[in-house]
């Protein structure tokens, strides 16, 4: 029933979708309203989301399992997880830095 009701949804008007390209410039399909506006879409801006979005991960994932480990009394794994989510979040840090 909800895949049904999915279908029944009408696009937007060419100038919502211009208007929010204009506003917040998205990554991604946006080619023909990049061409319609007149603004380019930025170079290896999807590049640059996926290589941040596994920096991410990584600082995430282990920066809980190190936390988790050192209290449950793990040093040994737990320290060097620990700093592979500092280095990854240095490495995060630069990449969100220059490119705002």
Do not use: Q
Request: glycine share 12%.
């Amino acid at each position: 029933m909800h895949l049904y009701r999915c279908g029944e949804a009408k696009p937007e008007k060419d100038e919502v979708l211009d208007s929010f390209y204009e506003k917040i410039r998205p990554n991604g399909l946006w080619g023909p309203v990049a061409k319609r506006t007149g603004i380019p879409i930025e170079k290896g801006a999807m590049m640059r989301n996926w290589i941040t979005w596994i920096w991410g991960c990584s600082f995430i994932l282990t920066g809980l399992m190190g936390t988790g480990l050192v209290i449950l009394g793990s040093m040994e794994i737990g320290v060097p997880l620990l700093i592979v989510a500092a280095v990854s979040f240095g490495i995060l840090y630069h990449i969100i830095r220059e490119s705002s």
